[in-house]
């Protein structure tokens, strides 16, 4: 158990709908990333937030966003959702304060939300 | 643009037999390269982290090593449940927060 936590475990909805992913990092760390994972592209990076700020953005789409709460858990929405944003997300957390070989930036990954878009 | 190429992409052992499982690397400076197993279904799991060149780090049947162009991860007398998808990612130094940039994984099956 990394302790972080993601939920829904599944999902199945429509094309078109609108869904929202959430996650609550391990105690202490500061930066929530999202990932995804599909079969024919491996874990890409979506967009990173530390301490309620966004710090980094992959190849998110403009249909999907994210937010940082104040109490540090994020959440991943995902609009107009299409048959190929079927995938594995997963959050990530860690402690990165910018300490350099200090084990602070090392991420620990959730168990993921397993989105299906029919 | 960072890149990290895993070889090979598939690899079948029988239990006790060692091998090793490679993964090459290009960034704009490394701060980090991080290997996890994965198991199907389920979250990466945390293995290693490896800064620089030289470094090496174990924990069980497993070894990380690291150069400046690729990481090993040696594999000693494997058992069943070593059985996962291997991945290795790198984070950047000189880029805009911590993301990493994975590959595209090693599956390994060990037989009894």
């Known amino acids: 158990d990394s302790g972080v936590t993601q939920t829904p475990k599944h999902l199945i909805t429509a094309t078109g709908q609108r869904v929202t992913l959430r996650c609550s990092p391990r105690?202490?760390?500061?930066?929530v990333y999202w990932y995804q994972q599909s079969l024919d592209q491996g874990l890409q990076f979506l967009i990173q937030y530390y301490n309620g700020e966004e710090r980094a953005k992959g190849n998110i789409l403009e249909r999907f966003s994210a937010q940082q709460f104040p109490d540090l858990h994020s959440e991943l929405n995902l609009s107009s959702l299409e048959l190929g944003d079927s995938a594995l997300y997963f959050c990530?957390?860690?402690?990165?304060?910018?300490?350099?070989?200090?084990?602070?930036?090392?991420?620990?990954f959730g168990p993921g939300t397993r989105l299906l878009v029919l | 643009e960072d890149q990290v190429t895993q070889s090979p992409e598939a690899l079948r052992l029988q239990e006790g037999e060692s091998s090793s499982l490679n993964c090459s690397y290009t960034v704009s400076g490394l701060r980090g390269l991080f290997w996890y197993r994965q198991d199907p279904g389920k979250g990466p799991e945390f293995l290693f982290t490896?800064?620089?060149a030289g470094e090496e780090k174990e924990k069980e049947r497993l070894k990380a090593t690291l150069t400046k162009k690729e990481s090993f991860l040696h594999i000693t007398a494997p058992k069943p449940e070593d059985s996962a998808t291997y991945l290795c990612?790198?984070?950047?130094?000189?880029?805009?927060?911590?993301?990493?940039?994975f590959g595209e994984g090693t599956q390994l099956t060990v037989n009894p």
């Open positions: 490896l800064y620089s």
């Open positions: 990530a957390s860690s402690v990165d304060s910018g300490g350099w070989a200090s084990g602070q930036e090392t991420q620990y």
């Open positions: 105690s202490g760390d500061l930066s």
């Open positions: 990612a790198v984070q950047a130094a000189e880029t805009s927060g911590s993301r990493l940039t």
